[in-house]
């Protein structure tokens, strides 16, 4: 008769053992059988039977673990974390309980910030256990590994280390892990406990009395971490996982993100070493960006080439361009970013791996839940949750509150996907729908900024997405805007024209207030393409105008600006259009200035003038005599422009928000330069100081900076060196970020006749 397990007597435990051994007699006295009776039941004799629970057959043959198993009638689960056991004595030729120990690497490179605080943590007498989480590929084994060598002087008694499978069909239970641990830990096998509540308990009391460092290695969940946590003070236990494990209380948790752009270069270049890198910095760190700074990447492209010797990192990079080869291209023997990615996505939720696949489509670097949910047909507050999920699983981050965007190679996989499991016709038809939403929301919040008399919503209009108000409205555009520009190209390959033609209309205000924008290129580009597949020469010339303003006050490209405005006159004139032909003059005119022709610029501009007078345009007239006025002054006119610019500050121009306060404070600032030309040095000061910069318009920054530029002028010839050396520094750093040599030029020159400021050791140099 078969025996509780609490009745079998002591001689049939005999005393030593391994973890196998340990798991094997814990799953026999949990199925009440005897040494005999298992030994009937799977042919596997007594003696040997024996002698696997004693420890002295440390890697039992697969054939017998499965004859085991069926005996012990063990579900799929419990059989291949038997086998798991087995294999690992097997592999290690010792015994299995025997610390797991991880592997650091001779090129561990950066991660400074992370060690510290793992440092800070593990020393401290607060917390007792750090999660260690972010996607894989990013490092976290290794990274583990340093820590426990870097630590190893604050931890007397040792470190442990088990590794948990989180990331396999079958991750380890709490209670096999504890058996790992307290072996590793030097308890006895004979004395473990069979049931996992005791387990637990012998496993605490044993790190009680210690100063241990635990790492518990790829963790699958909460429910099987939080056994193994400690609750006394001493021991320390350092968890990596892909996920944060929100649900452990009292740990610390620190995401580890890609390797900053100098770690990464330094990383391959210690892979690599100096004699295969020297004259390579270029493609080096072009592959680097390829790689996404994610560490195995890196780590790939570095054996790769290591393994090449006659290849350059140029050539790598070459390969490595082309998105379609690109994960094909991250394999190194058994190492492969597809296979690390495949992982986390096999675990996924079918819902949730759809929602990933189809975030492929969206055009731009991040989205939003209400976009994400076009893709899926969810509701964004059951989208958003799905999105936080995926970044809980490290397959997103979240850019920013309320953004989602996953990293590139994470693209990538999830394309290869959306192709292999989707038909293409269902992703043209998502592709669309996604298209259509983003154009049609996008022509619902630029609505807020129209002047009367705007075209009507398209049908359908109203279905979009419906900003409250004029500043979610601009959030949206301002968030979305890569996603709604990279949607024009797959509505005009679907020959939505007429929808494009209005979303370039409704979206003209809006563009003035962030001029520098380079979506205005793709929105009015494809206006013009648009308007000649539908025959429309009125709405070419419009959108040929505009193309021609997001060329020269967005980009300063002034000779294609002057070209697309001569192209609009074509068929302004041909269909009488006197408001378009009025543009075309004033963006000439704008563009000659911009290529130092300021006679041809007046004259454009007085040609623009007098049209806009005939159309009763007031914001056309005020932008063509503004122009006017500084061409007059670059003409060596500058009475005639200051004259002008002062008439000009009392004129409206129009009605669309803040573009009044905007062109005022332009004025001003041409009315100070006006007199500065008039070499009216403290007058010229005064009106500087006097501009104004109003804060919701995208062209402040440079306002800014030629104001800092006019008035470092003026004070250097009013005799104030220090606040001229400070706004030519201004102006300087100003004019730097847009990239306009010629005015940054113009501030060094200044700051060089300053000299240095008094005090400076280098002033009286060289004497």
């Not at 592999?91 to 561990?108: E, M």
């Not at 590994?145 to 007397?156: D, Q, T, Y």
């Not at 009391?205 to 100063?211: D, F, Q």
């Not at 995401?255 to 752009?261: A, I, Q």
Request: charged share 25%; with cysteine.
């Amino acid at each position: 008769m078969t025996r509780p397990a609490s009745e079998v007597p002591q001689s049939d435990v005999p005393a030593g053992g391994t973890a196998f051994g340990v798991m094997l007699r814990s799953l026999r006295r949990g199925a009440r059988l005897t040494l005999e009776e298992l030994s009937e039941a799977s042919g596997v004799s007594v003696r040997a039977l024996g002698d696997l629970e004693r420890g002295r057959s440390r890697g039992p043959q697969r054939r017998t673990v499965d004859a085991l198993a069926a005996a012990l009638r063990l579900d799929a689960e419990q059989g291949e974390r038997l086998r798991r056991l087995a294999d690992t004595g097997r592999d290690r030729g010792g015994p299995p309980a025997s610390p797991y120990l991880l592997r650091t690497v001779p090129d561990f490179t950066g991660r400074r910030q992370e060690l510290a605080d793992l440092e800070a943590l593990a020393t401290g007498t607060r917390t007792r256990a750090a999660v260690l989480f972010g996607p894989g590929g990013q490092g976290k084994t290794t990274l583990a590994a340093e820590a426990v060598r870097r630590l190893a002087g604050a931890f007397p008694d040792g470190s442990v280390c088990v590794q948990l499978h989180g990331m396999s069909d079958s991750p380890l239970s709490s209670a096999e892990a504890l058996v790992l641990l307290l072996t590793a830990l030097g308890h006895p096998a004979d004395r473990i406990p069979v049931d996992p509540v005791a387990r637990e308990a012998v496993y605490r009391a044993a790190l009680a009395g210690r100063r241990t460092l635990v790492v518990l290695d790829d963790a699958a969940d909460e429910t099987r971490t939080r056994p193994l946590l400690p609750d006394a003070e001493g021991s320390f236990v350092l968890i990596t996982s892909r996920r944060p494990l929100a649900g452990l209380e009292g740990v610390r948790r620190i995401r580890l993100g890609g390797l900053s752009g100098g770690e990464s270069t330094r990383l391959l270049e210690r892979i690599l070493g100096a004699p295969r890198t020297e004259g390579q910095s270029e493609a080096v760190i072009r592959l680097t960006e390829l790689c996404g700074h994610l560490p195995l990447a890196l780590r790939i492209v570095g054996n790769r080439l290591s393994s090449r010797p006659s290849w350059t990192p140029a050539r790598l990079a070459g390969q490595l361009a082309d998105e379609e080869r690109r994960l094909s291209g991250l394999v190194a023997g058994d190492l492969a970013v597809r296979s690390a990615l495949a992982l986390s996505y096999g675990q996924l939720t079918s819902e949730h791996r759809l929602l990933l696949r189809r975030l492929s489509l969206v055009p731009g670097h991040d989205t939003g839940p209400d976009l994400a949910a076009v893709l899926t047909g969810e509701d964004p507050v059951t989208t958003e949750d799905s999105l936080d999920l995926l970044v809980d699983r490290g397959l997103l981050e979240e850019s920013a509150p309320g953004r989602y965007a996953p990293h590139d190679l994470v693209r990538l996989f999830a394309r290869e996907q959306l192709a292999a499991e989707e038909p293409e016709s269902v992703t043209r038809e998502v592709r669309l729908r996604m298209a259509d939403w983003l154009l049609r929301s996008a022509s619902a919040a630029g609505r807020c900024f129209e002047e009367p008399g705007a075209p009507q919503p398209w049908p359908g209009e109203i279905a979009a997405l419906v900003p409250g108000s004029a500043e979610a409205a601009e959030a949206w555009l301002t968030a979305e805007r890569t996603n709604w520009a990279g949607a024009l190209p797959v509505l005009f390959a679907a020959g939505r024209h007429a929808e494009i033609l209005h979303v370039s209309r409704t979206l003209y205000w809006f563009s003035d207030r962030w001029s520098q924008w380079p979506e205005w290129q793709t929105l009015f580009s494809h206006g013009v393409r648009s308007a000649a597949a539908l025959g429309d020469r009125a709405a070419e010339a419009h959108q040929l105008n505009c193309l021609a303003w997001a060329h020269s006050v967005g980009a300063f490209q002034y000779a294609q600006a002057e070209q697309l405005a001569r192209r609009a006159l074509e068929p302004a004139t041909e269909t009488g259009d006197l408001d378009q032909q009025a543009w075309a003059w004033a963006y000439i005119s704008g563009a000659c200035m911009g290529l130092d022709r300021p006679a041809e610029a007046a004259d454009a501009a007085a040609r623009a003038t007098r049209l806009f007078e005939t159309t009763g345009d007031s914001t056309g007239k005020a932008v063509s005599q503004r122009v006017l006025g500084t061409a007059l002054r670059e003409s060596g006119r500058a009475e005639e422009a200051l004259a002008l610019h002062r008439a000009l500050l009392g004129t409206r121009t129009g009605d669309v928000p803040g573009l009044n306060e905007f062109m005022a404070a332009l004025l001003r600032c041409e009315t100070a330069r006006d007199l500065l030309a008039l070499e009216r040095w403290s007058e010229a000061a005064a009106a500087f100081r006097a501009v104004g910069t109003p804060l919701d318009h995208a062209g402040v920054d440079r306002l800014r900076a030629y104001t800092s530029l006019g008035l470092a002028t003026a004070l250097e010839h009013c005799g104030d060196p220090t606040g001229s050396r400070e706004h030519y520094v201004r102006a300087r750093d100003l004019f730097t970020q847009f990239g306009d040599t010629a005015s940054v030029a113009e501030a060094a020159a200044g700051l060089e006749r300053l000299g240095p400021p008094a005090g400076d050791p280098t002033r009286n140099a060289g004497t």
